[in-house]
T-cell receptor, first 115, second 113 residues
Framework: GAVVSQHPSRVICKSGTSVKIECRSL??????MFWYRQFPKKSLMLMAT?????????EQGVEKDKFLINHASLTLSTLTVTSAHPEDSSFYIC???????????FGPGTRLTVL | GQQLNQSPQSMFIQEGEDVSMNCTSS?????WLWYKQDPGEGPVLLIA?????ELTSNGRLTAQFGITRKDSFLNISASIPSDVGIYFC?????????????FGKGTKLSVIP
């Protein structure tokens, strides 16, 4: 149980385009989903917290207009990187919290490369 | 944001040896979690601790929630090559509806066969 999937696992795009990353909880309902960014050999940095049906809460320094988050259902959250630039290249990881627990379960991550 | 002090940063051990790593914080948490991350993958939950003083095992892994709520350790016994990876501790407070995790910087474990 407690499986979280992400799609795509890898994406390469041209500078200026937008990329959508999906995060799904496969066997539980995720009241809250979190989006993280991880640079090589670094720890996970929280970007935003999203609750189903409401606007995401962004961490300081994260541009909400650049990183659009939608949490339309209890099993799906999406992160859209708009007008991507090479500095947006990173490993993006989502996690989901089962409403009955405090524990977060992580997706396998999405490697974004912006050329 | 706030980070936990996790040590050691990296360690090289011989297969079969025991491993110990720990995390300390200047503030208290009511949940401690330990995750393992393989290259190019997301973190996988190893052990979750919900009560101060709690000692929990998961196979060869044992973790404890410090009595002060400001620290936790993870032990791995009889290490094997597949234990290689980066181990992260994370603290969590669930008050006021916030379930955010505060992560340590990770311990990179290398196991020499």
């Amino acid at each position: 149980g407690a499986v979280v999937s992400q799609h795509p696992s890898r994406v390469i795009c041209k500078s200026g385009t937008s990329v959508k990353i999906e995060c799904r909880s496969l066997d539980f309902q995720a009241t809250t989903m979190f989006w993280y960014r991880q640079f090589p050999k670094k720890s996970l940095m929280l970007m935003a917290t999203s609750n189903e049906g409401s606007k995401a809460t962004y961490e300081q320094g994260v541009e909400k207009d650049k990183f659009l988050i939608n949490h339309a259902s209890l099993t799906l959250s999406t992160l859209t990187v708009t007008s991507a630039h090479p500095e947006d290249s990173s490993f993006y990881i989502c996690s989901a919290r089962d409403g009955a627990q405090w524990t977060q379960y992580f997706g396998p991550g999405t490697r974004l490369t912006v050329l | 944001g706030q980070q936990l002090n996790q040590s050691p940063q990296s360690m090289f051990i011989q297969e079969g040896e025991d491993v110990s790593m720990n995390c300390t914080s200047s503030s208290i948490f009511n949940t401690w979690l330990w995750y393992k991350q393989d290259p190019g993958e997301g973190p996988v939950l190893l052990i979750a601790l919900y009560k101060a003083g709690e000692l929990t095992s998961n196979g060869r892994l044992t973790a404890q929630f410090g009595i002060t709520r400001k620290d936790s350790f993870l032990n791995i016994s009889a290490s094997i090559p597949s234990d290689v990876g980066i181990y992260f501790c994370a603290g969590q407070n669930s008050g006021a509806g916030s379930y955010q995790l505060t992560f340590g910087k990770g311990t990179k474990l290398s196991v020499i066969p």
